[in-house]
């Protein structure tokens, strides 16, 4: 931005808050979260997701282009040991709220992780169990994810299945019992084939 | 096929332990087909238990539960300057850092306790002079929603069970271990945490058991409002078909209680209401799930029920509002009119495209004890379509002013009143 520019700019802020027409979306910039700065908070994280947020082993999320909701209420999720895997809980410890706000909007950037190739019909039985649970009303058309609900599509399948089941048993506790209630009614058969056409979306 | 899926239907609904186990019905069907035929298709109109109430066509992705708020934010984005009050009012903040405060109870010598319902934390306040200490005195509880106050005691409402915290004050920097007075709740998590109040003659505990799912007929065990007889420890039934009721207050001189309560979601914008409810005598039933309102019969679980069959709301309230917690305007204060005034706190809604609630509301009584307004008292929390704010409870201190917890932002306001 040039000298005049930046100037311009901040006469503009001036006017809109003297005139007290700033609007709302300006009004809450002051906790805009910083990618490039969570970038170098996210140091820690790279040796499992990867500085690309891919995974490196198929127990390990691809937290690539998840919602930054998605992956701000997880961390905290870790760090007050409401949910605990993979030390997590340890890794999320040391940070502040905007410290995760800056690491969510770093990896919530990425460019999304590849579809994952799998058998065409698992896939095909996968797709019409999502139609029969819903599971696009909350977690969006293509699986991308919405808000704090967290994108499925590229997903690692091993991953999927072994949180589906934790959910289902009980071991890990989503906030308002949703997932907990649309996981009861899901058997092993059918977490894989879900498992299957979830990382089958790009 | 439709034949089949309703008497299907019937017989998950006909085990008590609910609404659930018709969805792991059929999936014990899916879990016994041979390993590699497809799944059958679903039947039509028939979603799992979690989802009943939605429809395919009428689904609407972008409509999802709000985040629910797990920190506290900093001061810095408490925008209690866009808070909006009656001429002569004042709004300010009275304490932040409370990671989603929600319902308040305060103490003879006024200390004020609150409940949380996602972090698991207890807070208590404390006047220092002129300043306030928060407190936060009980962590790694399991919705700890409701709070209420007895004899020295704390209570806490978990979801499923009630914890007594005895000789609280004295011990804010240490209580000691709770004492579980009751613990043979529902463990449901949808609907599972409680709202609590103690009964004006200190002798019961009222608080909800909320309905399992958005739309489903319950267990006869929920969608009801109970109450724990404190010395005998016993549980009794007074009130049925309240889908969720997140706020209660006994109304000063009658000693009836009122409660509000949450309608069903994906049957439509502007339906149907959110309302507030009087409990005129025990054993009253409000209708959920076959009525809705009063005088909405549901689309699907109506069908061949009235609305005759059940009591009626006091006031409708608006859809998807939210209504959590309310209190009779007890306090001297606030000018004459607003006396004996019901606040209800609006948490504001998600499952409607254009955001409505998010406020709190004074609800006018006549002389006949019926309601005959209903207007926004504090606004402000919500700036076009998006909040910064959730007014999750009332309450009235012993000086006549109001405080307002924010769920969402973690923080309490109080607003008085000065000519």
Known sequence: MSLSNKIKAIITVAFFNVCGLMSWQAFAASAVPDAAAGKIKAKTCFSCHGENGMGIAPSVPNIAAQPPLALFYQLVQFREDMRKGGDMEKFAKPFSDNDIRDIAAYFSALPAPPAIPGDAAKISIGKQIAQQQYCNSCHAPQFQGQKQVSRLAGQSKDYFIT????IRSGARVDMDGTMGSAAR?????QMDALAEYAA??? | MQKSSVSLRSLGFSKLLGGLILAGFVSAVHAQAPAPAPAPAAPAGLPPTWAQGRTADGMNPTLVPNPSPLVA?????LFVNKLKAPPGFKVELWASGM????????????????????PGNVYAVVNKGDTREVKTILKGLHRPNGVAFANGSLYVAELSRILRYDNIEKNLDNPPAPVVIFDALPKDEPHGWKYMKLSPDGKYLYFQIGTPANIIVPPATHAAIVRLNLQTNILDYVAYGVRNSVGMDFQPGTNELWFTNMGRDWAG????????????RTKMNFGYPFCHQGDWLDPELGKGRSCDEFDKPELKLGAHVAPLGMRFYTGKMFPAEYKGNIFIAEYGSWN?????????VRVVLDAKNKPVKLEPFITGWLQGEEYWGR???VQVLKDGSMLISDGEAGAIYRVSYAK
Do not use: C, I, W
Request: charge should be neutral; proline fraction near 8%.
């Open chain 1, 185 to 189: 009614g899901v058997s092993d058969e």
């Open chain 1, 200 to 202: 089958s979306l790009p």
């Open chain 2, 352 to 360: 409607r495209t254009k955001k409505v609630g998010y406020q709190v």
């Open chain 1, 163 to 166: 949180q589906l089941r934790n």
């Open chain 2, 99 to 118: 990671a989603n405060a929600r319902s308040m109870t305060e103490s003879p010598s006024g200390t004020l306790f609150v409940g949380t319902r996602f």
């Open chain 2, 269 to 280: 914008e502007d339906l149907p209401n959110d309302t507030l409810n009087k409990l005129a």
């Open chain 2, 391 to 393: 007014p999750a409870d």
């Open chain 2, 73 to 77: 934010k900093p001061v810095s984005e």
